[in-house]
């Protein structure tokens, strides 16, 4: 079906742009596009066709969920890892790094004051951290339940049993946040020990969908080795996973990992991908990263313009920050909570949006 429209009799005698711009019209209407279909989008675009794909993005999104942005309070908890990534500033192997833990009372004062500052969804991401056992997990996401009863939680500490995963849910929490990171396998292998593999962290994100979390794939844009190829092949999987959220950033190299000297991913590209993201899986919850926040001043806004509709803003505490370092240059390790909260909010204004006080669900 879609041969005919990526030949050339269809577009031979069309301007370059309306290729481009017919492919997106396309994806829009059904959903998905062919690999190779994908891959010449990701090759091909120009500025123009960049400009038209987040003005659709941004129409498709509006018509969902308004002019509204949710916040997410992220709670950094963990530093401590068990998994080697080649990409991660926080892998097991990585000696120069002070490692920290939050204790449940830190947690639950992190919330505190987040939930003063108008955030109703806390994310708890980590490393993996055998310090967590199930028990101390269930423990806290119970705390937070009780004490927050109109706030949805969101853990972000990788790959589980079925059955870890299924007490999470029913101790309360709402959503899990699981990047795939690439969706090929060779490409997978070169980014991960071999220990790991993409086919278990597919299972773990069709058995979180399964359970009932909302769930969030994704990957980084311009890690090492990853084509226009990969790309495709990424947003194929996001297709037929159909999952409620995905997190997409540029890739930063981190100094003290294999990837030091490798380059980092573009905004273009990055915003790019967010629209694209959007037209596709319509209602998707689509952070603008703290990533891309880092490599341009003004990423977040980008992001939003793209067509993103989630920020995720730090409610660790300022002294363990910086030490949850996954990449250098991160941006915002020195201000407070508050200070960051009013800042997004401005700055989220400046492109006509607003930070609302809302739990954020997906909109199905
Ligand atoms: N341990 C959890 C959380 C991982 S950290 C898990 O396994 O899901 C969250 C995300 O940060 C990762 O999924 C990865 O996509 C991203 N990340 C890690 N290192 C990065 C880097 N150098 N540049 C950009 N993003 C990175």
Known sequence: MFGSFNSDAEFGRREP???????????????ILPEEAFVELLSGRSKEDEAYAAKRAREIGDCIYGKQIYIR???????????????????RENSHIQRYRLGKEEILL??????????????????????????????????????????????????????SYQRFYEAGADRYLLRHETADVAHYQRLHPKEMSLEHRMDCLRQLKEIGFQTGCGFMVGSPFQTNKELAKDLLFIHSLHPEMVGIGPFIPHKETRFAKEKQGTLEQTLFLLSLIRIMEKNVLLPATTALATIDPRGREKGILAGANVVMPNLSPKAVREKYALYDGKVCTGEEAAECRFCLENRV??????VVVDRGDYKG
């Open 17 to 31: 742009g309306m290729k481009m711009q017919s492919l997106l019209e396309l994806l829009e209407r059904d959903g």
């Open 110 to 163: 992190c919330c505190e004051e987040g939930y003063k500052l108008g955030f109703r969804t806390f994310v708890l991401q980590g490393g993996e951290d055998p310090y967590y056992t199930d028990e101390k997990m269930i423990d806290i996401i119970k705390a937070i339940r009780n004490n927050f009863p109109d706030c949805a939680i969101t853990l972000s500490i990788g790959e589980k049993s079925y059955d």
């Open 349 to 354: 204004r400046s492109v006509g949006y607003e």
């Open 73 to 91: 309070g992220l709670i950094e908890f963990t530093n401590y890892c068990k998994n080697n990534c080649y990409y991660c500033g926080i892998q």
